[in-house]
């Protein structure tokens, strides 16, 4: 059964940094895009991050100089390194992979998400 799964939120202070992790597992044919996305609650999902398989990148512009997305497409993995946060970046942090799980067909699949939270 294919999941993603993320790691690496908590709490740190404003300045600090944190590194998420998301990997994909179980049967995939090829993953496409991948990113992140951050949810508050009642809130609707937005973008933070996304990486094309080749490495084109495009960040939420209130995040542009302090996150870095990355992927290594032998392990089917994401990774968000998250630098100078702000309280401002608190919010569940999702992982989103535009994959294929047999042939062409491709679908959206998310992570359960990861709590990040910036105390100030």
């Known amino acids: 059964q294919l999941q993603l799964v993320e790691s690496g939120g908590g709490l740190v202070q404003a300045g600090g940094s944190l590194r998420l992790s998301c990997a994909a597992s179980g049967t995939i044919f090829s993953i496409n895009d991948m990113g992140w996305h951050r949810q508050a609650p009642g809130k609707q999902r937005e973008l933070v991050a996304a990486i094309t398989r080749s490495g084109s990148t495009i960040y939420r512009d209130s995040v542009k100089g302090r996150l870095t997305i990355s992927r290594d497409n032998a392990k089917n993995t994401v990774t968000l390194q998250m630098n100078n946060l702000k309280p401002e970046d608190t919010d569940v942090y999702h992982c989103?992979?535009?994959?294929?799980?047999?042939?062409?067909?491709?679908?959206?699949?998310w992570g359960q998400g990861t709590q990040v939270t910036v105390s100030s």
């Open positions: 989103n992979a535009k994959l294929a799980v047999v042939g062409p067909i491709v679908n959206d699949y």
